[in-house]
């Protein structure tokens, strides 16, 4: 099998390709008579934190998490079976006019983009209701935080409700909308358990006023 050899420009393509998304670092390895000079991308160690924290599950989860998420994802899953059933096989909605369709396409981006933006402002964001004592949490005030104190609720909320008739659905919007609901009781005891739990909260709290929606609640 005959052996191809890797060009200079080749392998500066390959690590321009790699630094836009890894810091890279240059190591040394020992090989005999010569000293090689290896360079490869490193993560960052706050990145890895963040990954394990969000997809781990943890002891100290609120017992009300315990009984909110498992009805949550049952009316998350509903949401999607009624907007099939109903889009693709039975059309209990008839023809939904391509401007709702239109307009909850732009909600649904507008909350995918606040989540997104909350996700990036939280260093303790979690999927779990907790308090991450061994990470030393500290309240989160930057980003959408500046505004309302749960931002990533605000935009499952906003998700939820426009999944269904972005897959033209008016009765998948019944399922996506008490998702949206369980969200809401999922804040309410939320941030109840931050007040009590988390220090600084209740100064941050008097500051930014409103849970989901400023002016409303």
């Not at 998702?179 to 500051?207: C, N, S």
Request: charge should be positive; avoid cysteine.
């Amino acid at each position: 099998m005959r052996r191809r050899s890797v060009s200079t420009q080749e392998l500066l393509r390959v690590r321009a390709a790699l630094s836009e998304d890894y810091e890279l670092r240059d190591f040394e390895v020992d090989a005999g008579p010569k000293m090689l000079r290896i360079t490869a991308p490193v993560v960052d160690r706050s990145s890895l934190t963040r990954g394990i924290e969000r997809s781990t599950r943890h002891k100290n989860t609120q017992p009300y998490d315990r009984i909110i998420l498992p009805i949550y994802f049952v009316f998350a899953f509903a949401t999607f079976t009624v907007a099939s059933l109903d889009g693709g096989r039975f059309h209990w909605s008839g023809d939904v006019s391509i401007i709702w369709v239109v307009l909850a396409y732009i909600f649904y981006l507008l909350g995918n983009s606040l989540a997104g933006w909350a996700i990036n402002s939280n260093p303790f964001f979690s999927s779990e209701s907790r308090l991450q004592k061994e990470r030393a949490q500290k309240v989160a005030s930057t980003g959408p935080y500046r505004f309302i104190r749960h931002p990533a609720y605000s935009a499952a909320f906003l998700l939820w409700i426009t999944t269904g008739l972005m897959l033209a659905s008016w009765w998948a919007v019944i399922p996506g909308l008490l998702a949206g609901v369980m969200m809401i009781i999922r804040t309410f005891f939320e941030d109840r358990m931050l007040m009590a739990e988390l220090p600084g909260y209740v100064d941050y709290a008097r500051q930014v006023k409103y849970r989901l929606l400023p002016g409303v609640w």
